[in-house]
């Protein structure tokens, strides 16, 4: 009679399969890795931010040094920037965020369908205020704990604005 190949099974029991390979197991457990070794899927450096940065920020971005504070906070300010900036040049208005083109539309199909949106800029710049701050806090506590002197840290002013756009 065949070697059954016995390895435990989700239900706990024993696989019946009979065993083909020469570790002593079947096809499903114990065959060869079709994967490639190592991660390959993993994030490299300078993948995640550095493609989407213009190239003024490009400059501010190499100068950083990764896994500080510091960076981080120059990191969210440069996107805080952005999303001002966005803001002023949206002003208000729908933003174009997807075109479709209908390739085989006929006589009566739009051979372009368009869709734009209203962003939420003031969401965006009060979850990017709020981590600016929570960083700066975190600074805060280590710079504390580790007996630095903060020349690092640039002050951040927030502005409230009334209905006439006006500085309060």
Request: overall charge positive.
């Given at each position: 009679m065949a070697e059954t190949c016995g390895?435990?099974?989700?239900?706990?029991?024993?696989?019946?399969?009979?065993?083909?390979?020469?570790?002593?197991?079947?096809?499903?457990?114990?065959?060869?890795?079709?994967?490639?070794?190592?991660?390959?899927?993993?994030?490299?450096?300078?993948?995640?931010?550095?493609?989407?940065?213009?190239?003024?920020?490009?400059?501010?971005?190499?100068?950083?040094?990764?896994?500080?504070v510091d960076d981080e906070l120059r990191l969210t300010r440069i996107r805080l920037a952005r999303a001002l900036a966005a803001e002023q040049r949206a002003n208000g208005q729908p933003e174009l965020d997807e075109v479709t083109n209908n390739d085989g539309a006929g006589e009566y199909v739009a051979r372009e369908s368009r869709k734009s949106k209203v962003r939420d800029y003031v969401k965006i710049i009060d979850s990017l205020t709020a981590r600016i701050e929570s960083l700066e806090k975190t600074r805060k506590t280590l710079v504390g704990e580790g007996g630095g002197n903060g020349d690092e840290v640039v002050g951040f002013e927030v502005f409230t604005y009334d209905e006439a756009d006006t500085a309060v």
């Open positions: 390895a435990k099974t989700r239900s706990g029991a024993k696989c019946k399969n009979t065993a083909k390979m020469a570790n002593g197991r079947c096809r499903m457990h114990g065959g060869s890795s079709t994967g490639a070794p190592g991660n390959t899927n993993s994030v490299k450096a300078g993948s995640l931010y550095s493609q989407y940065l213009t190239a003024e920020e490009r400059e501010q971005y190499d100068a950083l040094e990764l896994g500080k």
